[in-house]
Nanobody, 123 residues
Framework: QVQLVESGGGLVQAGGSLRLSCAAS????????MGWFRQTPGKEREFVAA???????SYGDSGKGRFTISRDNAKSTVYLQMNSLKPEDTAVYYC?????????????????WGQGTQVTVSS
């Protein structure tokens, strides 16, 4: 079955950096749009970044200029490099996979989800 496993979250001071990873299995990774989302308690899930199968990227407003999404199809892994982190970036970060880019970018949804990784940014 499909599995998405995130890693790389943790506690970091404001201004610091983290790199999240999401390792996929059970799907033809190179065919999928991969996205990163985040969610805090009481708030709706927020789109962070996505990369199409062709390497085209899209970013939500929160991460533009600070976050970079990349993927390694040989390793079936998508990454999110987060720089200049702010306390408001504190959230559980999820990766998602979909064959439909509209679903990820415009519908905040995915065909498959990881379990999430906590990112906490202290002030």
């Amino acid at each position: 079955q499909v599995q998405l496993v995130e890693s790389g979250g943790g506690l970091v001071q404001a201004g610091g950096s983290l790199r999240l990873s999401c390792a996929a299995s059970g799907l033809t990774f190179s065919s999928y749009v991969m996205g990163w989302f985040r969610q805090t308690p009481g708030k709706e899930r927020e789109f962070v970044a996505a990369m199409s199968r062709y390497g085209v990227t899209s970013y939500g407003d929160s991460g533009k200029g600070r976050f970079t999404i990349s993927r390694d199809n040989a390793k079936s892994t998508v990454y999110l490099q987060m720089n200049s982190l702010k306390p408001e970036d504190t959230a559980v970060y999820y990766c998602g996979a979909s064959l439909n880019i509209v679903r990820i970018i415009l519908q905040n949804d995915a065909d498959y989800w990881g379990q999430g990784t906590q990112v906490t940014v202290s002030s």
